[in-house]
């Protein structure tokens, strides 16, 4: 898919010099590269609030009451 973007002077070039050094074959790649570091950046986030939800969920008290310090044989 295609998509077009408006960016500032000094960002285009970042983005040439990264592509001049060898670290990405593309623009594209850069500019992909970004998001996906920015979505990773995001799930730190996610998996916390989703954490806090069940833990304050029924579930999470039920599993609170499991006692870990016993062995099963």
């Not at 070039?13 to 850069?30: H, I, N, T, W």
């Not at 939800?53 to 310090?69: F, L, Q, R, Y």
């Amino acid at each position: 898919m295609k998509l077009s973007v408006s960016l500032p002077e000094v960002e285009c070039e970042f983005l040439d010099k990264c592509v001049e050094q060898g670290l990405y074959p593309s623009r594209s790649a850069v500019v992909l590269r970004a998001l996906r570091l920015l979505r990773s950046a995001d799930l730190g986030k996610m998996y916390s609030d989703a954490f806090a939800e069940w833990d304050e969920s029924d579930e999470g008290a039920d599993w609170d009451a499991i006692d870990t310090a016993s062995e099963i044989s």
